[in-house]
């Protein structure tokens, strides 16, 4: 029999929007919601989830913050939660450094290869 599978990685972006002054650098900015899974497809079609990670981004400075997994769940359910500061761990590690710059001087990141920050000019 004909059998197609595949493992992707997927990300979703939820429809979350909280005002807040930005902890980092003092601007008002909103919190973006998404999280990151893999995803088993049989015939293209999604079938199984797993390793689900909720993460928030701020829209002012793009600071990144891992998400505490059940305020996420409620966040995908469609509940009105408030992201508390204790909610979140920020990310410090590598790991989205190494796909991602991150300028030192005003904290515009990218996925791009550019050499200097598009924002600010500083080099990378
Ligand atoms: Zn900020």
């Known amino acids: 029999m004909f059998f197609m599978m595949g493992i992707m990685d997927g990300r979703k972006d939820f429809d979350y929007n909280q005002q807040i ?3 980092d650098c003092g601007r008002y900015g909103r919190y973006q919601v998404f999280m990151t899974y893999m995803v088993l497809s ?3 079609i999604p079938c199984l989830k ?3 990670k909720y993460y928030v981004q ?3 400075c793009n600071t990144r ?6 305020i996420g769940k409620r966040i995908a359910r469609g509940e009105a939660v408030e992201i508390l500061p204790e909610h979140l761990t920020r990310i410090n ?3 989205w450094e190494r796909c991602s710059k991150r300028c030192q001087h005003c904290g515009f990141e990218t996925f791009e290869d550019f050499e200097f ?8």
Do not use: A, H, Q, V
């Open 21 to 23: 002054i930005c902890s």
């Open 42 to 44: 049989i015939f293209f």
């Open 50 to 52: 797993w390793n689900k």
């Open 58 to 60: 701020t829209s002012c």
């Open 65 to 70: 913050y891992e998400l505490d997994p059940e």
């Open 93 to 95: 590690t590598n790991s």
């Open 117 to 124: 920050c598009p924002k600010c000019g500083n080099r990378f």
